[in-house]
Nanobody
């Protein structure tokens, strides 16, 4: 059973940095991994996606130039590096893998395309 687990969230001051990790287990196949976030009272938002080869796609204009995604395929760990954090980045952050085995390497901004989700990691940006 494919599973995802995030870690690395927490409280940070505006302008600070955090790195989230997402451990993929239960498979030997490479998957695209999407990063999503949900702020209080708002809809789930696609942030970034990283393909198995390391190509990234940015889905949120608000994080361009500040957030980057990377991965270590040998360890099955994906990372979301968040710099210059702002209070509006406060949200629960999720990593997710595509539900379709056939399209497992394909990135999408649509949450409905993802069938495997981590439990979420709270990121709070506040002074």
């Amino acid at each position: 059973q494919l599973q995802l687990a995030e870690s690395g969230g927490g409280l940070v001051q505006p302008g600070g940095s955090l790195r989230l990790s997402c451990l993929l287990s239960g498979t030997t196949l490479d998957y695209a991994i999407g990063w999503f976030r949900q702020a209080p009272g708002k809809d789930l938002e696609g942030v970034l996606c990283i393909s198995p080869s390391g190509d990234t796609t940015n889905y949120a204009d608000s994080v361009k130039g500040r957030f980057t995604a990377s991965r270590d395929n040998a360890k099955n760990i994906m990372y979301l590096q968040m710099n210059s954090l702002k209070p509006e980045d406060t949200a629960v952050y999720y990593c997710a893998a595509p539900r379709s085995l056939f399209f497992r390497e394909t990135c999408s901004s649509e949450a409905a395309q993802y069938g495997y989700w981590g439990h979420g990691s709270q990121v709070t940006v506040s002074s």
